[in-house]
Each structure stands twice: as C-alpha cells, then as structure tokens.
C-alpha cells in the first residue's frame, strides 16, 4: 500500500493526521454531511443495524471523531459506548454533542492511539471504526489492536470508503478529485485535507484485498457488503 500522509512532511503520519483533524475539527461536521448529501449518515445506520445482531453491552468506537458513530451505536444498541480519538479537537466536539443530547452517562470520550489502545484484552462486544482505519500509520498494527480488544466470538465492523466501479465511476472520481477538494479548502481553510482524503482513497485496499488482511490478522470470518455501487463498504470481522 503506497503511504499517503496529509501534509507531505518530515513528521510521522500519525502526527500530521491528528494535526489534520485538529485544524477541521470546528467545520468538520458541517463538511461531512454536505459533501456527502447526508448518506453518510445512512451508511452508519447501515453498520448499526448489523451490529444490533450482536446486541452488544459495550461498544468501543475507534477514531470516534466527533462521535457521530457513538452516537447511532448507543441509540441503535442501547449499549455504552467509549469513543477513542487520536484529535483532542474532534473530540471537544463531540462531547458537547453528547452533553446536548444527554447521552454523557452513556457515552465517554477519550484521546488515544488505535494502534496502542489502552483496554484489556477481550473487553467489548464489538468495536466500531468509520472512516478511520485508512488513516491508521501502521495497518495491520492498528487492525491487529481491534482484534485484541474485542471478545472471542465478537466482531470489529469497518465502515471505510472504497472505489465506484462501473459507469458512473469517471463521474464520481472527478467530483472526488476536483469539487470536493475545492469546497473543503473554501471551507475549511486547510489546503490540504481534503485533497488528502481522495488520495487515501486511493491508495487504500478494499473489497476481497481488505477481506485477506483482516484474515492475515487473525480474524477467524470476514464479510463486507459494498454501499452506494461501492463508494463505501462494511467490513464484519469475525474474532
């Protein structure tokens, strides 16, 4: 996998990853959901619902952000929920979402790596990224770290873009490259952040390549159901 950093520097992409989010934390929300007509919002929904199946008692969700997951998870679950975020920004966020909507004694937020989390092995019911494994320094230490923590038997879901195939995909990919770079440099103010999400993208594996790594980690059974003719997908990995 080619390594996509956010600013090109000298500094480590975990560094230039959370310095990243720190600077897009207060439009970031805004951004999400219209970049993406709201069906972000759906795809979460969609995981949420497969992970009712599970009826988890408690939830870690990594790369929490501001704690939209978090939030679908506990109202979809009604499990508590710890979310876990690289960005102390992202999450000042989040906890004021949270406080509003006075779900603070359900979900709790906390600053931290994902490929050093600091829980005891086989503690959640499941565990929860979106959008976030791309942004991970080391893959396969991070994703090794998700299987750790989560219960034999359980399994860690992954909500991560993939690539349009078919048709539409010259459509999807200039809009990808071109409009929304643009918008989120107006936006934001950040030159770089959203130019660095379509490389990502890019460089990041999905569909039957995705599936093979989380087995190489150790996951006993993969399943992945693709979104919007494949903009995203839903990996369920089984411990």
Do not use: C
């Not at 999400?32 to 972000?40: P, R, T």
């Not at 679908?72 to 499990?79: M, N, P």
């Not at 093979?212 to 919007?228: A, H, M, N, P, W």
């Amino acid at each position: 996998m080619n390594k996509v950093t956010p600013y090109n520097s000298d500094s480590s992409k975990k560094s230039q990853v959370e310095d990243m989010f720190d600077n897009i934390a207060p439009k970031y929300d805004l951004l999400n959901h219209a970049l993406s007509m709201k069906i972000d919002v759906l795809w979460r929904n969609k995981m949420v619902n497969m992970m009712k199946e599970d009826a988890p008692k408690e939830v870690l969700d990594v790369a929490t952000g501001t704690g939209d997951l978090a939030i679908a998870v506990e109202k979809g679950t009604q499990a508590k929920v710890v979310g876990l975020d690289l960005s102390q920004q992202m999450l000042n966020v989040g906890v004021i979402k949270i406080k509003k909507l006075n779900l603070d004694g359900k979900i709790s937020m906390q600053k931290g790596d994902a490929e050093n989390l600091p829980f005891e092995d086989n503690r959640f019911d499941a565990v929860s990224v979106a959008f976030g494994v791309r942004n991970f320094e080391n893959l396969s230490k991070g994703l090794a770290e998700l299987r750790r923590v989560v219960k034999d038997n359980k399994s860690v879901y992954i909500l991560e873009f993939s690539k349009v195939e078919g048709f539409l995909a010259p459509f999807y990919m200039f809009y990808f490259r071109n409009i929304l770079p643009a918008i989120g440099r107006l936006v934001s103010k950040d030159d770089r952040a959203y130019s660095y999400l379509p490389d990502s993208v890019n460089a990041f594996p999905f569909g039957e390549k995705m599936k093979q790594i989380l087995l190489d980690t150790g996951f006993k059974k993969v399943e992945y159901r693709k979104l919007s003719l494949g903009i995203a997908t839903i990996y369920k990995a089984t411990k």
